[in-house]
């Protein structure tokens, strides 16, 4: 079975601090891809990162950085110096069938960024 | 290019009303996908289609129906509309699962 839990529901931050979305994931298979997706309140969504499952390596782009371990089944993505165009929610998903790219999502969570 | 264009944007539907939800996408993406969003949830799969002629069930595909003539279009049809199936809907394509998914901006069907 493949799950991807998104523990958080709901953050809120005041602008300038450091945030970080948690994401842990479940499949038995060994290539898989990760993302992340932004839903801002204009209820669009938006691609952020793909990570594949041979990739262990950080990313950071700008202000928005991931780490991502096989060995805790994670996917956290941080967002540094937050700021109110950051709020909106954030879902984590998860493909692990190459025929098909279905993506399994998780039930996302909610930033709150305030001035 | 437009990517994945859905419409309408909104609807309000009766019960029992019938109805289709477009989807088109000019990316020629073989891969499509319908999704549905409930409140505080994820995202749910209801159908897909890895190429024209070629669909397939998700997660929660009781109520709804789709096909796919071309590799374009990709429409998800309602019959007997039920206020459960109140939601918000996302068509997306993919070339492949390297490249993550195009999400259309989304249909907000109301069923009352």
């Known amino acids: 079975a493949q799950k991807v839990t998104q523990a958080q529901t709901e953050i809120s931050v005041v602008e300038k601090e450091d945030v970080t979305l948690d994401c842990v994931y479940e499949?038995?298979?060994?290539?898989?891809?990760l993302f992340w997706y932004k839903q801002p309140p204009s209820g669009e969504l938006v691609f952020l990162i793909r990570?594949?499952?041979?990739?262990?390596q950080n990313e950071i782009s700008g202000r928005y950085s991931w780490n991502f371990q096989k060995s805790t089944s994670s996917f956290n993505f941080t967002i540094t110096a937050s700021q109110v165009v950051d709020s909106a929610v954030y879902f984590c998903a998860l493909s692990a069938n190459y025929n098909t790219d279905k993506l399994i999502f998780g039930t996302g969570t909610r930033l709150q960024v305030f001035p | 290019n437009a990517g994945v264009t859905q419409t309408p944007k909104f609807r309000i539907l009766k019960i029992g009303q019938s109805m289709t939800l477009q989807c088109t996408q000019d990316?020629?993406?073989?891969?499509m996908y319908w999704y549905r969003q409930d409140p505080g949830m994820g995202l749910k799969l209801i159908y897909y289609?890895?190429?024209?002629?070629?669909?397939d069930k998700g997660e929660v595909p009781n109520g709804y129906n789709v096909s796919r003539s071309t590799t374009e279009d990709f429409p998800l049809r309602l019959e007997l509309a039920a206020p459960s199936q109140t939601s918000v809907y996302f068509c997306?394509?993919?070339?492949?699962?390297?490249?993550?998914?195009?999400f259309g901006s989304g249909t907000r069907l109301t069923v009352v």
């Open positions: 990570r594949n499952s041979f990739d262990e």
């Open positions: 289609s890895v190429g024209a002629g070629i669909t």
């Open positions: 990316m020629n993406h073989n891969y």
């Open positions: 499949t038995r298979d060994t290539t898989y891809y």
């Open positions: 997306a394509s993919s070339y492949d699962s390297k490249r993550g998914y195009t």
